[in-house]
């Protein structure tokens, strides 16, 4: 049995005759939301029964999803195979706007995707790392998390989620997949959602940012800094041995990004580690020449982390000392801390509820 929601409609239509079938497919699936192969009424029963016989649409079953104060939701999936996967749906209240002080658009909801079971890039800080990798996911097990949230929460076809490749996984290992399901987001008989709604976020492997912007799908572009000098960043994220912060900047400069966009540099705070101002100083330096935008993140604690949440008040100094020097600088209000939000916090308490 073969996952529907990994073909692309090309893809669909070179073994669907006549053609125009695979159109009506994609259109039951991210637009009717049809749940199984019998609610596609408009195709023949032959074809239908075919369908049923080689492929399935339920790549997710919800294990459980828990609702935090701020109206963050987080699921939990368990995949075919048994293995299970984290996405979020944060509504975000704050609207677009851009550099003029104008509102481009109002901002609804994110969707926050995971694109591997477990991550190979093992940083200090990230739960998710310590179950180690385990596969990529594919491009249709990624459409699904967007496809089922949105239909889980009754959101209208018509109003376009902004996607975020945050959580589990390093989205740029699985460069393949993760690309493929960018294309089918955004085609017109799917979800429809554009490449400027979608944001790719890696901890900086410097060849795969040059193949990504190779590519140019159009997407934005996300870095986890989390430490502006090397021998600091290579104790938080073993990468950055492979790909030092040189490297990174040299492939951000070199990013094809939509004039109006900026590309988006998070920085997480760890307590007494990287929030000092000197630490604000020179990431003002490093950023020098580049259209960016830092969104500085409360660390998550969870069992066992070594490092602490920083205070508001080193939370503020550092974001006045940006703003203060021309960088645009945001705090993320760290959605759903009640409901364990830090990437891979979900799975790993549902694994210790049932051992
Ligand atoms: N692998 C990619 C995308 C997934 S991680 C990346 O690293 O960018 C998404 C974000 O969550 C990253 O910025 C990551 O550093 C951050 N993160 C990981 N663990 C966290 C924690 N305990 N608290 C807050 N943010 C965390
Ligand atoms: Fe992987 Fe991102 Fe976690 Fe680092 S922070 S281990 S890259 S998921």
Redesign the pocket.
Known sequence: MKNLLDFSQAELSEFIEPKFRAKQIFEWIYKKKAKSFDDMTNLPKDLRENLKQNFYIDPLKKIKSEHSKDGSIKYLFELKDGKTIETVLLPMKEEQIDDNGKIIRHARYTICVSSQVG?K???AF?L??KGGFVRNLTAGEILAQVLYLKNDNDIPYERRVNIVYMG???PLNNLENVSKAVKIFTDNDGLAISPRRQTIST?GLSSQIKKLGDMDLGVLLAI?LHAVNDELREKL?PINRAYNIASIMDAVRNFPIDMRKRVMFEYLMLDGVNDSLNDAKTLVKLLNGIKAKVNLIYFNPHFGSKFKRPSEENMIKFQDYMSAHGVTCTIRQSKGIDISAA?GQLRERSKNESA
Do not use: P
């Open positions: 991550c890039i093992g940083c990230c998710t790392a589990m996984g390093e901890s986890s994220m990437c």
